[in-house]
Antibody, heavy 119, light 114 residues
Framework: VQLVESGGGLVQPGGSLRLSCAAS????????MSWVRQSPGKGLEWVAN????????YYVDSVKGRFTISRDNAKNSLFLQMNSLRGEDTAVYFC?????????????WGQGTLVTVSS | DIVMTQSPDALAVSLGERATINCKSS????????????LAWYQHKPGQPPKLLIN???IRESGVPDRFSGSGSGTDFTLTISSLQAEDVAVYYC??????????FGQGTKVDIK
């Protein structure tokens, strides 16, 4: 199993960024997928997850209405569109796979991509 | 939303000694019909992604050394490292994945060598 995130970088407050996660080594379309972040010096925070077929999505309250999770099963890819970014969104963002149902832990993780929101 | 609280925030243990981390959920995460608690433990080392150690509160993932064990049910859970090794220095997190998201983590417990 391999998960490789990309798309992080420096963005100004109010700006947008789109993160990608390329999956390989497993049947991507068979699993729920999540994004988890870690702000500098802080703990892990679950951000969002999406069902296998993209018909269900869930978000932590702090990103609702600003972030959108999506996936392309044909390309084995997971995405996180982040709009109206704030300083508190600065974090390493990890892509993670879950099980076949929503209430399962994150069993495989990528290395993460750093998002810095600053003027 | 369910709040997860770990204790202590940090601990230092001598090599070969026992380390114990506690995790408490703000409501029960036990699915009584199958008698399973929806609780995972992760190990996170600097510069690496988190690693799933235990799920369903007590089931060790494949390849995880048996010095790691999880226990508890309902709202109170424990991760025990029976004989601390140097490679166990890390931050440990509990996470609940009960019913529908959000799936909150505890604040983390930093384990170090005394």
């Amino acid at each position: 199993v391999q998960l490789v995130e990309s798309g992080g970088g420096l963005v100004q407050p109010g700006g947008s960024l789109r993160l990608s996660c390329a999956a390989s080594g497993f049947t991507f379309s068979g699993y729920w997928m999540s994004w988890v972040r870690q702000s500098p010096g802080k703990g892990l925070e679950w951000v969002a997850n999406i069902k296998q077929d993209g018909t269900e999505e869930y978000y932590v309250d702090s990103v609702k209405g600003r972030f959108t999770i999506s996936r392309d099963n044909a390309k084995n890819s997971l995405f996180l569109q982040m709009n109206s970014l704030r300083g508190e969104d600065t974090a390493v963002y990890f892509c993670a796979s879950q099980g076949g149902v929503v209430n399962t832990p994150c069993d495989y993780w990528g290395q993460g991509t750093l998002v810095t929101v600053s003027s | 939303d369910i709040v997860m609280t770990q204790s202590p925030d940090a601990l230092a243990v001598s090599l070969g000694e026992r380390a114990t981390i506690n995790c408490k959920s703000s409501q029960s995460i036990l699915y009584s019909s199958i008698n399973r608690s929806y609780l995972a433990w992760y190990q996170h080392k600097p510069g690496q992604p988190p690693k799933l150690l235990i799920n369903w509160a007590s089931i060790r993932e494949s390849g995880v050394p048996d010095r790691f064990s999880g226990s508890g049910s309902g709202t109170d859970f424990t991760l025990t490292i029976s004989s601390l090794q140097a490679e166990d220095v890390a931050v440990y997190y509990c996470q609940q994945y009960y019913k529908t998201p959000p799936y909150s983590f505890g604040q983390g417990t930093k384990v170090d060598i005394k």
